[in-house]
């Protein structure tokens, strides 16, 4: 099936999506954005075979090119399993952060001195029992990786708060003395815990885009908001014009609950767009909002015809979710990863692709 697509996808890239409608100005949210036509490639990191540190599930992927080993880097979460037999949230032990390498962002291979980072074991600390939701930039010889520390052995326990961590060979990593860098704070809309960061930089100031749980006119949800910072470990978060994405919680709509998650922003020509999930209280879709550059990095509007990416077929790999977006541009290809989760809840990196259309 995997050929199939392939196939697929490269016939598309020739006919430049001939088939579907014609795309307008990115400045009109009734526009066809980058990203809005996708193709399924697969199950492109699987979950782990028994007994392995990731056996449990495995999520939450972050890309970028290494230009020190010349290949695509991915790190993303992985849990152990506590019963092999059973899948899901309640047979998993801790979070840990995995690595993977790819010559084409298709095939991916773990590395074998997996886990890189795991919680700290010390007591009090903000991420005692687990790292989860990374994320990876590198700049002068350094790696920044960004992560949700946790303080309870499970999926996703205790207190949740945005941390990082360098390293100069992406093995031996030094927690930064500012963690947490980003906590829950107020009684507004990140009143209760932090989410998954998402780094972009422009001139010399960094934004931090991340969701958290909280409170917006009444909705108890997870919304997405932003941080700045000039050295990428003090960060400032913006609770004036936070949250910036917040899902419809319309009755029936795929972002019925109101939540708005996991940000991925990229950039095309002179538009940001923005990738990110929600669920309507049974299954996960992404869809995407945009901005323009002399608004950033304010300004977002969801795209009309949200979700770009659905649930599979029952009895698919991701019929369940699939949602949890990260937005890789390569290759004049728009790379789609994202966490898929099966009816029997067994949690994988999926992708999804569509081929760019240059303006």
Known sequence: MRKYLKVIVIMLSLIGLSCAPPAQRSETSGSNPPGSQLVKYGIVLPVGSTGEWDAGMVESPSVWHDVNRRMYGMVYTGYGSSDSTRRGYKFVTRPQVGLAWSDDLLHWKKDPRNPILTGSGIAGSSDVEGATGP???YENGTYFLFYIGTTVKGYEKGSKTLNVSTSTDLYSWKRSETNPIIAPFGNGWRRDAIWHPNVVKVGDQYYLFFNASGVVNGLQEEFIGYATSKDLLHWEVDDVNSPLVVGSARPGAWDASGRAGDPSVYKVGNTWYMAWYSWDK??????????????????????????????????????????????????????????????????????AVSPMKHK
């Open 135 to 137: 994320f990876i930039w």
């Open 282 to 351: 049974k299954n996960s879709a992404d869809g995407l909002a945009w901005t323009t550059e002399e608004q950033f990095p304010l300004g977002w509007r969801n795209y009309e015809h949200n979700p770009v990416l659905r649930i599979g077929e029952p009895g698919s790999y991701d019929a369940l979710h699939a949602g949890k977006p990260f937005i890789f541009l390569a290759n004049d290809t728009l790379y789609h990863f994202y966490t898929a989760v099966a009816l029997d809840e067994t949690r994988q990196i999926a992708l």
